[in-house]
């Protein structure tokens, strides 16, 4: 089936570092890629999303590229915020996502000021 | 503006208990419906989705049971709580354009 691999588990930064988030997907044709972000006790929210090969989706300082030459929509920004610490999910969704997304393990961001 | 409403926020409840959970969404026409489960630490493990009233799909199963009485309601259930059901229950919706999931504020289970 379908399914979403974020490298890193957690990623420790220093304010103004870059911040960079792998994400590779397995999937049939052209999946919808999406990014969110969750912060503690609180739902996930939506950071962007691509459905194209080379598409970039951005929001808020973040950006990321759908590669399907590398089945890959790496998270990037370039100067991180103490506020930026949260959970990123990268997640896919296939063809027919009425019937849902699939989710990454997600990474745990802690910047330091 | 579509808001999308959950409750109870918190719950503690002893094993073998039952649970209902609930889910309305406001300012959107037969929305698409969805739970998902987080464990504590965890990723989004999704539970149950809805295209229309009274239909409802299973994804994985976890002793739980999911309805959708009403085109603006989506219920998850149990009638025996496990240790395992702990976690953080969060409701989803996503419009015909089948855009992006917009999640409520989540449901904080505790079964001890």
């Known amino acids: 089936g379908d399914s979403v691999t974020q490298t890193e588990g957690q990623v420790a930064l220093s304010e103004e570092d870059f911040l960079t988030i792998h994400c590779n997907y397995s999937?049939?044709?052209?999946?919808?890629l999406f990014w969110y972000v969750q912060y503690p006790g609180e739902g996930p929210q939506f950071l962007f999303r691509a459905s194209r090969d080379k598409e970039k989706g951005s929001s808020r300082g973040f950006e990321a590229t759908y590669d399907k030459g590398t089945t890959s929509f790496h998270l990037r920004k370039a100067s991180v915020q103490e506020s930026d610490s949260a959970v990123y999910y990268c997640?896919?969704?296939?063809?027919?996502?009425?019937?849902?997304?699939?989710f990454g393990l997600g990474t745990r961001v802690s910047v330091f000021p | 503006a579509q808001t999308i409403h959950q409750w109870p926020v918190a719950e503690i409840k002893a094993v073998g208990s039952p649970l209902s959970l609930g889910c309305t969404i406001k300012?959107?026409?037969?929305?698409?419906l969805y739970w998902y489960w987080q464990a504590t630490g965890g990723t989004l493990q999704q539970l149950f989705y809805s295209i229309t009233v009274g239909q409802v799909e299973s994804v994985v199963q976890l002793n739980l049971s999911a309805s959708r009485p009403k085109d603006d309601q989506f219920i998850l259930s149990t009638e025996k709580l496990l240790l395992s059901h702990s976690g953080f229950y969060l409701c989803a919706w996503m419009g015909t354009a089948n855009e992006r999931l917009f999640f409520g504020h989540g449901t904080k289970l505790s079964v001890l």
């Open positions: 999937a049939s044709g052209y999946p919808a």
């Open positions: 300012g959107k026409s037969s929305p698409n």
């Open positions: 997640a896919l969704g296939d063809y027919n996502y009425a019937q849902g997304l699939t």
